[in-house]
């Protein structure tokens, strides 16, 4: 018998000694708005602290894995204390005022998870393969590479209408950003235990 429910069966998790790092794409930013507002709803809602929420941004989704892997490195780099001689700032662009976040963030201990946000609307041209092709596997990658859970917030789709019904913005739609916060606290639980 198929539940009707969209999304995994439920699972209860307590995120609150987690640190989550989520990076989002900017095309399609009405729709990644909502999406981020429901991942940060699920993540607040698991327990995990507004100051261990860090958000940046990248121009599009083609550029999601490489900003995943160095913000991931940039928090290792932090919670060692240095020594290396390279800063957060070294790593991700020291001009960009989503920094400000990572070195305001109370905690210094490494990401937990992960959550790369993007929208892709298929349009006319090859763009959308190749982009979904290379996001998808670069993300995995990262995630295979750096045995931190990264979770993929990337939307796939068709039309306007699909994008908007995934970001809880049509009458009968679910904001698919509630599932990767919930995903990203139940696997970065799930990996401390794994370790
Ligand atoms: C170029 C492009 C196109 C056509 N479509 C999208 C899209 O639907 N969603 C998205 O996140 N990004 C798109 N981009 C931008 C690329 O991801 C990338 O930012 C640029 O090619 C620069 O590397």
Do not use: C
């Not at 995120?15 to 009405?30: C, Q, Y």
């Not at 999406?35 to 989704?61: C, H, M, Y």
């Not at 390279?86 to 210094?108: C, E, V």
């Not at 995934?166 to 916060?181: C, F, M, S």
Request: glycine residues 12%; charged residues 15%.
């Amino acid at each position: 018998m198929f539940s009707d429910t969209k999304g995994p069966a439920p699972q209860t998790h307590d995120g609150s000694g987690l640190r989550i790092g989520i990076v989002h794409a900017r095309w399609n930013d009405t729709i990644i708005q909502p999406l981020l507002e429901g991942t940060k709803a699920k993540l607040r809602e698991a327990g995990v602290k507004d100051s261990n929420i860090v958000v940046t941004s990248v121009p599009g989704s083609w550029e999601l894995p490489i900003a995943v892997q160095r913000l991931y490195a940039a928090s290792q780099v932090q919670s060692s204390g240095t020594g290396t001689g390279i800063s957060a700032g070294d790593l991700l662009g020291s001009s960009t005022t989503d920094l400000t976040q990572l070195s305001a963030s109370t905690s210094s201990q490494p990401f937990d998870a992960l959550i790369a946000i993007g929208v892709l609307i298929k349009g006319e041209t090859m763009h959308f393969e190749y982009i979904a092709d290379a996001v998808s596997q670069g993300l995995m990658r990262v995630g295979l590479d750096t045995g931190v859970p990264v979770i993929f917030g990337v939307l796939t789709v068709l039309t306007d209408e699909q994008a908007k019904a995934r970001a809880g913005l049509t009458p009968n739609g679910h904001n698919h950003g509630e599932d990767w916060g919930l995903a990203a606290v139940e696997m970065a639980v799930k990996r401390k235990a794994w370790a």
